[in-house]
């Protein structure tokens, strides 16, 4: 575990990457809403929903490690839940957003833009600031930086309102592919079927079913002009 010390204090690097990181998209995010037509300051759910999951997070070993937390409750501070944590912490901040968008009335597909282009700019920074503590593969973060800051500079330069379900879309259909990509230069690699792993099938239905999803809204669209 990287740490930093302050003092008596002893800081865990991963976790101020992560939270500057979430700050960064939490900028991109509040930069994105403020081009939509949205009233009131909608950009708060979206810091409630990810205090929330932050807390989930690192509080979720009480769960899957009470007896440790109750003999170092210290723990906490350097420790969390793991993936379980975070699919716990995704599912509640998920269902926190749904009834606060519902509340508020926002479109879901702007709430799926805002979120994208957050999601790509503290991704980007994540990946970058990885490089300081892990050398042993900086060719992959690099790469995930470079994509997600493609995609983040590619909506950002879309004249199409922000929501756009075309665009949206779109973006996600050549995304996937990158994925894609991505995973072939790992060097660790657990094939599941024809050369591909699970993460790059998983990734491959997607593309197929956004590929279906644009033929349907290009259609529509060419109905809409005629």
């Given at each position: 575990?990287?740490v930093?010390?302050?003092?008596?204090?002893?800081?865990?690097?991963?976790?101020?990457?992560?939270?500057?990181?979430?700050?960064?998209?939490?900028?991109?995010?509040?930069?994105r809403?403020?081009?939509a037509?949205?009233?009131?300051?909608?950009s708060?759910?979206f810091?409630?929903?990810f205090?929330?999951?932050?807390f989930?997070?690192?509080?979720?070993?009480?769960?899957f490690?009470?007896?440790?937390?109750?003999?170092?409750?210290?723990?906490?501070?350097?420790f969390?839940?793991?993936?379980?944590?975070?699919?716990?912490?995704?599912?509640?901040?998920?269902?926190?957003?749904?009834?606060?968008?519902?509340?508020?009335?926002?479109?879901?597909?702007?709430?799926?833009?805002?979120?994208?282009v957050?999601?790509?700019?503290?991704?980007?920074?994540y990946?970058l600031?990885?490089?300081?503590?892990?050398?042993?593969?900086?060719?992959?973060?690099i790469?995930?930086?470079?994509l997600n800051?493609?995609?983040?500079?590619l909506?950002?330069?879309?004249?199409?309102?922000?929501?756009?379900?075309?665009?949206?879309?779109q973006?996600?259909?050549w995304?996937s592919?990158?994925?894609i990509g991505?995973?072939?230069?790992q060097?660790?690699?657990?094939?599941?079927?024809?050369?591909?792993?699970?993460?790059?099938?998983?990734?491959?239905?997607?593309?197929?079913?956004?590929?279906?999803?644009d033929?349907?809204?290009?259609?529509?669209k060419?109905k809409?002009?005629?």
């Amino acid at each position: 575990m990287n740490v930093i010390q302050l003092g008596p204090l002893l800081l865990n690097f991963e976790l101020l990457i992560f939270i500057l990181s979430a700050f960064t998209g939490y900028l991109a995010l509040k930069y994105r809403l403020s081009k939509a037509s949205v009233e009131g300051n909608t950009s708060d759910k979206f810091f409630h929903a990810f205090i929330l999951g932050f807390f989930t997070w690192k509080l979720s070993l009480i769960i899957f490690d009470p007896v440790s937390v109750i003999q170092y409750p210290m723990s906490l501070l350097y420790f969390n839940g793991g993936d379980r944590g975070i699919a716990i912490a995704i599912s509640i901040s998920i269902l926190f957003l749904g009834i606060r968008t519902r509340k508020d009335g926002t479109s879901i597909m702007v709430n799926l833009d805002v979120m994208g282009v957050g999601w790509l700019a503290g991704s980007s920074i994540y990946h970058l600031l990885l490089l300081t503590i892990e050398s042993a593969h900086p060719m992959i973060h690099i790469l995930y930086a470079l994509l997600n800051m493609t995609f983040a500079l590619l909506l950002h330069s879309k004249k199409e309102a922000v929501g756009n379900p075309i665009v949206l879309n779109q973006c996600l259909i050549w995304y996937s592919l990158g994925l894609i990509g991505i995973f072939f230069a790992q060097q660790e690699r657990t094939f599941f079927v024809l050369g591909f792993t699970k993460e790059q099938m998983i990734l491959f239905i997607v593309f197929i079913i956004t590929l279906g999803i644009d033929l349907v809204l290009s259609k529509q669209k060419v109905k809409e002009v005629h």
